[in-house]
């Protein structure tokens, strides 16, 4: 089993439109069948701002083909597309890191 982390640091003051899109995110992905994903912000991190999500996934496979070929209607696809548009607008950058789940 595997982790994936999406680390995404945020604009100023742009934290909680980023989780809400997530949070849709998370809704539609689950319809669909892809694993549940958890959304969390920062606390106390490296940095202020910062927005994360996790998913976990059997093999790396699968997360390539879940990227690579996303499943749903098309209508869920343009739901997908309308959700996350503009996100670039409310991030600096970001970063995905994969962990292997050991127990």
């Excluded at 982390?5 to 909680?16: L, S, T």
């Excluded at 539609?28 to 920062?42: A, C, F, N, Y």
């Excluded at 490296?46 to 209607?73: C, D, H, K």
Aim: with cysteine; glycine share 6%.
């Amino acid at each position: 089993m595997f982790l994936v982390r999406e680390i995404m640091y945020c604009k100023p003051g742009k934290v909680r439109a980023l989780v809400d899109k997530f949070k849709a995110m998370s809704a539609l992905s689950e319809k669909v069948g892809m694993p549940r994903m958890r959304i969390m912000t920062d606390f106390c991190a490296e940095r202020y701002w910062t927005v994360v999500s996790e998913l976990e996934v059997p093999t790396i496979e699968a997360f390539e083909n879940m990227m690579g070929n996303p499943q749903g209607s098309a209508e869920d696809m343009k739901q997908f597309e309308k959700v996350m548009e503009g996100y670039h607008d409310l991030v600096d950058y970001g970063k995905r890191e994969i962990y292997k789940i050991e127990g």
